[in-house]
């Protein structure tokens, strides 16, 4: 749909990815849950994926992961095609993804570990990732001694400790209240703007997209999923999330996208309605 | 009136009251139990003599004439709760992997279920003899089903988002089997650990009880075998004291290994 940048090949790229589940009983026509999309993200960029609950966000986002492979088209990591794990992206779960039976640090080193780091140069750097995200001293604690805010900054720090090019985000932030959220949206940008990985970012919260982007994608509601819109966001960075929610040009840039959102929010809406 | 030392003190001196109370209880049943016989309500010949009982187990102990079947039955104890914990997981880490096999073996593993596996006993007394061996047999098929179904749960259970990223970091698919399949399997092996000691412990005594030379079981069986009912009831007593020496044994492993897991809110005591 954007052009890749001049020069470089975008570091992520769905080419007409479509997904579809089988239908429910045999010869039912098969469930399209996501109807080719095509999108791009460039080095460093920020995207966030608006759309109404229950569209495929999560199903474009396991396709970009490798966790879940489409029916139709293709997916590039650097211009070339996936098959498999995404082995350059970090995935944030929007569910707690921390293994319980680990405590936070072992948590974090995880990834190293498994790459075949050593004990102690694991421990180091997690150590200093968990210093990173605001926890150190919490590296002992097992996941159920922790906050949810403290949980996602782990898992944060789970993840950014392999230093993916890509970071895949679901609804990262959805289940914490809204202070914390603001915190963690800000945590998350400092992080960002230091290491500039490219991010995606998934989420139905309008408001939330607009403060962290440089682009938004907007999706149709479901079923066949597919985008409707892209704006890109020219807010000056660095932002904060809480004071630029304030200025003129971020309400007037939420006019506009919210225009377009809105059809298929009610779209949705009726189809919930429907099915109930 | 109260102080706030007081109240402080209030919880502890309250369990002090309830483990009173818990010891009144026992007493009580005892006394019953010696009212009822030593008037002649129950007959003493069939339901025994609780201070003869009593007496028989003060005399065991202290001519140590029980402790080495008191060992037999914990070696036996042991071994079959090891060795049934070891094949119950190593079986259903690989059914709960594997769904061909496990859905080949299904029906085989219900039945195996299903059968009353103290019938075994038998054939185990003639293929590994009246030694520990056909106790420790007899303990493992009772052990093996306990730890096998819960650890086939426990895979089949793991939390999807969790598998997800841990693959996403990088996990290899040996690498998810120790560092997800197999702890999550351990919580389930130990949320089942005081039924399958307890399985393993009833396998031995069963054992015993039908054919042995040695152990407490054996002890129970002489005495049946000479209309000694207060030496039978002696090693009931004894059976169930060592099973609650077990059990808080197991609750003492339990705490230390599952520090990762949320306490209960409400402590089981």
């Known amino acids: 749909m954007t052009p890749a940048p001049a020069g470089a090949a975008p570091v992520l790229a769905l080419d007409h990815v479509g997904v579809e589940w089988p239908g429910a009983t045999a010869g039912a026509p098969p469930y399209v849950a996501v109807d080719d999309v095509s999108l791009s993200v460039a080095r460093g960029e920020f995207v966030s994926v608006v759309g109404p609950t229950g569209c495929g966000k999560s199903t474009l986002l396991n396709v970009a992961a490798g966790l879940l492979a489409p029916t139709s088209g293709d997916v590039l990591v650097g211009g070339e095609r996936l098959s498999g794990l995404n082995r350059r992206a970090g995935y944030l779960f929007q569910a707690d993804a921390l293994m319980p039976w680990r405590n936070a640090r072992e948590n974090v080193e995880a990834g190293l570990i498994f790459a075949g780091a050593t004990r102690d140069e694991a421990r180091e750097r997690a150590e200093q990732w968990l210093r990173r995200v605001g926890l150190s001293g919490f590296g002992d604690r097992y996941p159920h001694e922790l906050s949810g805010g403290m949980r996602k900054r782990v898992g944060l720090a789970q993840v950014l400790i392999l230093q993916p090019e890509i970071l895949l985000m679901d609804e990262p932030f959805s289940a914490l209240d809204v202070q914390t959220r603001q915190l963690m949206e800000n945590e998350l940008l400092d992080l960002w703007s230091a290491e500039r990985r490219s991010v995606v970012f998934i989420t139905h919260d309008l408001e939330e997209a607009i403060a962290l982007s440089d682009r938004i994608v907007l999706l149709s509601a479901g079923p066949a999923t597919r985008p409707i819109g892209e704006f890109a966001i020219d807010l000056p960075r660095p932002r904060d999330v809480a004071e630029i929610r304030l200025t003129p040009r971020f309400l007037e840039l939420h006019g506009r996208i919210w225009a377009a959102l809105r059809s298929e929010v009610l779209k949705a809406y009726a189809v919930s309605q429907r099915l109930a | ?269």
């Open chain 2, 1 to 269: 009136m109260r102080s706030a030392s007081g109240s402080r003190n209030g919880r502890p001196s309250r369990r002090a009251r309830l483990a009173v109370y818990r010891v009144l209880l026992l007493v009580a049943v005892f006394a019953g139990w010696y009212a009822l016989t030593a008037t002649g309500v129950l007959p003493s010949f069939f339901f025994g003599r609780p201070l003869v009982v009593l007496r028989r187990v003060w005399e065991w102990f202290s001519s140590g004439k029980i402790y080495p079947h008191l060992a037999v039955t914990l070696v036996e104890t042991v071994l079959a709760f090891a060795a049934g914990t070891l094949l119950g997981v190593a079986a259903g880490l690989w059914l709960g992997l594997s769904r061909t096999a496990a859905s080949l073996l299904d029906p085989y593993i219900k039945a195996a279920n299903a059968m009353p596996r103290v019938i075994l006993a038998p054939i185990f007394a003639v293929w590994f003899g009246l030694g520990i061996a056909s106790k420790v047999a007899l303990g493992i098929t009772l052990v093996f089903f306990i730890v096998f179904f819960n650890v086939f749960q426990g895979v089949r259970e793991v939390s999807p988002v969790v598998l997800a990223s841990v693959r996403m970091l990088g996990a290899t698919r040996r690498q998810l089997l120790r560092h997800v399949y197999l702890p999550s399997a351990t919580s389930w092996v130990f949320s089942s650990l005081h039924t399958s000691v307890g399985m393993a412990f009833v396998g031995a005594v069963v054992g015993e009880y039908l054919g042995s030379a040695a152990g407490v079981g054996y002890l129970i069986l002489q005495a049946e075998g000479t209309f000694d009912i207060d030496t039978v009831f002696a090693g009931i007593v004894v059976l169930t004291a060592f099973a609650l020496l077990l059990d808080f044994a197991v609750t003492r492993a339990e705490r230390r290994l599952l520090t990762w897991r949320p306490r209960a809110p409400a402590e089981r005591t």
